[in-house]
C-alpha cells in the first residue's frame, strides 16, 4: 500500500510493528524483507514520488574543511532515495576491508565479508546484476577487480507496484519523523511532519532509521539532544568517522598492448592494491580507473604523444578537428583513514522548515591520503614497467604535494559513517546487528554503518547489509 | 607560419605526424641524469647513465620509467 499524506494513512487503520524511516535501497530491502517475512511494515517516505524543490531543500547544510558538494545536491529526498541519481557501480566491499589494520586507527569490523557474502545472490537479484567475479592479480602489489556497471536500479521504480500490492506494508509519502523519544533503553515514539505542517506523535515496537549517510546522524544527533540522550544512550561516536570516497584524475598512461587488460563496454577497467602492498607502503585501499583511448592509428599516435609534447600534440588534435588526450586517463579514488574528527555537526545558527537544526559537515583529508594517492599511482606504474604493459604520468600536483584541485570530481558523493558499527561504544554507534547500542528497538540501515570504507562504490555493501539486518529483524520481531 | 599551416593539407598533417616520432626533438625525454630523477626512487649511487642499471625504476617528471627508456 502505497499513501501519499499520513491522514490518508492513518484513515487506512494499519497497525505495523516496524517502522523504517526512509525508501532508498536500505529501507526498501528491508521493508521487502519483513514483508516477506508477515511482519506489518510501515515506511515512512520525506518526500513524495518526484523530485521538488521544497522536500529537497530539507538537506541544505553547510560544509567546514575540504571543499565538497552542496550537501542538497549530493543525495534524493523522494521515493527511492538516492538510488534515484545514482550511478549504478556495483562492488561488494573486499575482505580486507573489513579486517583491522594496524597501520591505521579504528579499523576493522565486528563483521567479516563471510557474513554478508550469504546475501549476495538476494543482492544480485535486487540490483539486476551478473555474477561477481574474482580478482586478478596481475602482479603482487596490484589486481584486477570487477566493477559492474549495472542498469542503476531506480528502487521506487522497480519495487513501486510490489509494494503498492503488498498487504503488510505500508509506504506513506510526504511524511518523515522530526525527532525520535525514548528513554535509554527504547525509542518510545516520533514526531512526525507530513505535508508541511507538524502531523503528531506515532508508535512502532520497532524503528529502522535509514534516511542516509548524513541524515542518520542528524536525526540521531537532534533526538539524543532532545531526549537528553535517552536515543542513543553511549553517543561518543555518534556523527563521527564520517567518510567519502576522494576522486581525482591521477594521471595518464601509455599502454604498450590496448589489449592486455580486460576492459568494460566504455573500454575502462579498475586496479586495485594487494592487502601485502598496502600493508608494506601503510596505505589505504584505492581504485584506479583507467580509461582506455583506443583510437586507430594516426590518433593513437597524437594521443600518446600527448603524454611527451603536449603543445605539439594540440596542435595536430587541433589540425585534425579532433580532441585527443593524452593516451589511457588515470582516476583515483581511495579509503579515507576513519577520524573521529570528521564529523556530522549540527547547525547552531541554521534550521530547516520543520524547525530541526541543519547539518554543519566537518569533512578533511589527511596526509595519508596523499600519499594513498601517490604511492598507489607508483604502485601501478611499477606493475606495468614490470609487466611490460606500459608507463604512468602522475599528474604534477600530486608529485608536488600541491592542494588538491577544485576543479575535478572532488569524491564519489558517497556517504559513510557517522553510526559506524563495532563492539567498543566508545568508537561505534551500532552492534553488529546494526542495532544502536543499549537500546532494544532501536536499528540503523544503510553506509552510516560502515566502518571504513574500502574504495569501491557502496550500494551493493548497503545492499547485502539491509538483507542481512531484514533477515535478523525477522526473527527478532514477533508478531 | 599562419600562410603555412592554412596551406597544408589534411594529408601532409598526418604524415608529418607518423614522422615525428623518428625525429630525435621529439624522442628527447628528460636527462637520464640520476641527478634529476626523483631520489627517493633512484639510487643515488648511480651517477651516470653509462654506470646506471638500465632495469632500474626512476621517476622522472611524473613519469614512472625504467631507466632504459630514458637513453
Known sequence: MIFDSYEAYRAANFTPKVCILGSGPAGTTIARKLGAAGIPVVVLEAGSREFSDESQDFYRGTTVGDFYFDLDITRLRFMGGSSNHWAGWCRVLDKQDFEPKAWVPDTGWPIRRTDIEPYLPEVRDILDLPAFRPDMPISDDIRWVQLIKSPAVRFAEKFGDELDKAKNIAVVLNTCVTELAGDGKRVTGARLWSNGQDAGSFSADYFIICTGGLENSRLLLWSNQRSNGGVVPNATALGRYWMEHPTFEGGNAILADYNAFEVDAVNEAFFSPTLAAMERLQIMNFGIRLIETPYPGVKSLIADLACTAPSMAEWMSYQLSQRLRCAAQLYVAWEQAPLASNQIELSKTDVDHAGAPRIELHWKKTELEHRTLLEGLRLFGTTLIEKNLGRVRIADWISNGQDYPTNDETAGHHHMGGTRMGTDISKSVVDANCKVHGMDNLYVGGSSVFCTSGQCNPTTTITALACRLGDHLSKVVTV | ?71
Do not use: Y
Not at chain 2, 608529418?16 to 616520432?21: F, G
Not at chain 2, 628528460?30 to 648511480?46: I, M, T
Open chain 2, 1 to 71: 607560419m599562419s600562410f603555412f599551416i592554412k596551406k597544408m593539407s589534411r594529408r601532409a598533417i598526418v604524415q608529418a605526424l607518423i614522422a615525428l616520432p623518428a625525429l630525435s626533438l621529439f624522442r628527447k625525454l628528460p636527462d637520464a641524469d640520476a641527478s634529476h630523477a626523483d631520489p627517493s626512487r633512484a639510487d643515488p649511487s648511480h651517477t651516470g647513465a653509462s654506470r646506471a642499471d638500465p632495469n632500474e625504476i626512476v621517476e622522472v617528471n611524473g613519469w614512472i620509467l625504467r631507466r632504459s627508456d630514458l637513453a
